[in-house]
């Protein structure tokens, strides 16, 4: 599985972004996608997921923000990412994990949050 994460850019704080991974291959045994992020010298940090039931987790920084959703016929996973923040400025990763526990990852893209 190779994935292709589109979307990032430039935006003002207050704005929004949707971020969009698209997945080359089957996702038969693909338990969960996400998005992770990293900004300038912090650690990569789990963002949000979807599980292959449909459940969703978010980041505390994320809740009430930030929307995850896939469409499994396009093999995609996308991030809404609303009421944006300097700090949500980071190179945002998206992540498939397999079911036996092993992960893919995106080339990822940068987004940031600046007047």
């Known amino acids: 599985v190779q994935l292709q994460a589109f979307g990032g850019g430039l935006v003002q704080p207050g704005g929004s972004l949707r971020l969009s991974c698209v997945a080359s291959?089957?996702?038969?045994?693909?338990?969960?996608m996400g998005w992770y992020r990293q900004a300038p010298g912090k650690q990569r940090e789990q963002v949000a997921f979807?599980?292959?039931?449909?459940?969703?987790n978010y980041a505390d920084s994320a809740k009430g923000r930030f929307t995850i959703s896939r469409d499994n016929a396009k093999n995609t996973v996308y991030l809404q990412m609303n009421s944006l923040k300097p700090e949500d400025t980071a190179v945002y990763y998206c992540?498939?994990?397999?079911?036996?526990?092993?992960?893919?990852w995106g080339q990822g893209t940068q987004v940031t949050v600046s007047s």
């Open positions: 291959g089957s996702i038969f045994s693909i338990s969960r």
């Open positions: 992540n498939f994990r397999h079911r036996l526990g092993f992960d893919y």
């Open positions: 979807v599980t292959s039931a449909g459940s969703s």
